[in-house]
């Protein structure tokens, strides 16, 4: 009997389309689309249903942006050629030219793909909050009806039939959030219990309002994304260290970087990842972990997909079968300590206070489209990590006022493609 393991993917980028490009801003979304999301079209094309796929309105905002794809392409074919040729001319090595030659087939693919919305459509089921908001942290049950039913209308509008999957901003999960959800349509998302129901118990739960809770395998997360996972073996490339232009030329272990040994420890930890799998499995992911930040992820997983017949195991999406009663914990994450804590500091009170600004109806969609802009997860989370210098903050403050400003009814430069259809009706909605 062959075990079952699932994989969710989500897809997200937080909104950088018109707001800066190095080395904060649109330079984030394009590395994403030549490293990550290109790739791994190639592989859901090749072997489609094999994994879940949830990409968030904001990241589709902006893919279907006017000129987004076109300034991708000009980066792809003219700032990353520049670039490598002035290392190159410094110090020579084969690293480098592996490096330019990738971002050259990133070009090329970009070009005949075209519309990558188009391209992603056949694999993309699920859905998330329109602007990856922590939802236990907002303040109203309208607030989280705006920024669900703004998620679910964006991706019905895009992909048409939608059977009810839902990310969780961060896997952030409160018991009170399950009402709101069954609501808007949702039927199945993954929660990170680990702590909740310990590390061995992975049952599907089914909250009092029909909503299946998928509980994540963190041990078999862990193989992957835990500091000392699969990428920090030493043959992979090391994406800290760069040369002057930003380029990355070593392996993790200092050596220059070899592609074909890297390959072989991709196959190699695949083997490994689908050997410790001892029972069914539902495993979630960021997809720009595969590809962006660990450069042969999506070589990883092509080989887990090639090598899981082999090893007994079936690829396939998550199933609810005789779930158990949910219990009824304190909120969830798969952030730090599995709580809330990574994003419950100052810009939340800030984010709750303008939501309750909004209330009543007198919200005009400029304001609200600003208040969407206002909760995303990836302000506070970028402060957090500190990676980002004051950019984060930047964006937040500027999201802050411009929302003050459209709800006084004042001028405010306009947000070009963020949240083009926000769901007002249902933040009025009693």
């Given at each position: 009997?062959?075990?079952r393991?699932?994989?969710?993917l ?8 018109g ?5 904060f801003?649109?330079?984030?979304l394009?590395?994403a ?49 520049a ?18 030659a ?7 693919a ?10 992603f ?8 909050s329109?602007?990856h ?5 907002l303040?109203t049950?309208?607030?989280v ?9 964006a ?6 039939t ?8 961060e ?50 997360i862990?193989?992957v ?14 994406t800290?260290?760069?040369t002057?232009?930003?380029?990355q030329?070593?392996a ?15 196959a ?8 410790h799998?001892?029972?069914?499995t ?9 590809g ?15 090598q ?18 949910a ?20 810009l939340a009170w800030a984010?709750?206070a ?12 400029r ?7 206002l ?15 004051d950019y ?5 403050e ?5 929302f ?19 769901a007002?009706?249902?933040?009025v909605?009693?």
């Open positions: 009997m062959s075990i393991l699932s994989i969710v989500h897809t997200h980028m937080p909104y950088v389309e707001f800066g490009t190095w080395p801003g649109e330079e984030w394009w590395e689309i030549a490293t990550s999301y290109l790739p791994l079209l190639d592989l859901l094309d090749e072997r489609p249903g094999r994994m879940t796929l949830s990409i968030t309105p904001v990241l589709a905002d902006q893919l279907e942006a006017d000129g987004v794809l076109e300034r991708c392409l000009a980066f792809l074919r003219d700032v990353r050629p670039s490598h040729a002035l290392d190159l001319a410094e110090a020579p090595s084969a690293a480098l030219e592996y490096s330019a990738r971002y050259a087939q990133a070009a090329a970009l070009e005949r793909r075209g519309d990558l919305l188009d391209a459509a056949p694999h993309v089921s699920w859905t998330s329109a602007t908001a922590v939802l236990p942290l303040a049950d309208a607030g009806r705006l920024q669900v039913e703004t998620g679910v209308e991706f019905r509008t895009r992909f048409g939608w059977d009810g999957g839902f990310w969780l901003p896997c952030a999960h409160a018991p009170w959030l399950d009402r709101l959800l069954a609501e808007a349509g949702v039927h199945v998302t993954c929660v990170d219990w680990t702590d909740v129901l310990g590390p061995d118990d992975h049952a599907p739960r089914l909250s009092a309002a029909g909503i299946a809770l998928l509980p994540l395998d963190r041990a078999a862990d193989r994304w835990a500091p000392d996972g699969y990428p920090a073996h030493g043959a992979y490339r090391d800290r260290r760069l002057a232009r930003a380029h030329a070593w993790v272990d200092g050596t220059p970087y070899d592609p074909d040994r890297a390959a072989e420890q991709a190699a930890d695949a083997r490994d990842f689908l050997w799998l001892q029972r069914d539902l495993v979630a992911f960021d997809t720009e972990l595969f962006h930040h660990w450069h042969e992820g999506v070589t990883f997983l092509r080989a887990v997909l090639e899981a017949d082999a090893a007994g195991v079936e690829l396939a999406p998550p199933v609810v079968e005789d779930p158990r009663p219990p009824d914990p304190p909120p969830t994450s798969w952030g730090n300590g599995r709580d809330l804590r990574t994003w419950s500091g100052e984010q709750r303008a939501e309750l600004a909004a209330l009543g109806g007198a919200a005009s969609e304001a609200l489209r600003e208040l969407l802009a909760q995303s997860s990836d302000w506070a989370f970028l402060i957090d990590a500190g990676t980002a210098g984060p903050r930047e964006r937040f500027g999201h802050r006022a411009a003050l400003a459209a709800l006084a009814g004042e001028g405010a430069p306009e947000l070009r493609n963020l949240a083009p259809r926000p007002k009706w249902a933040f909605q009693p």
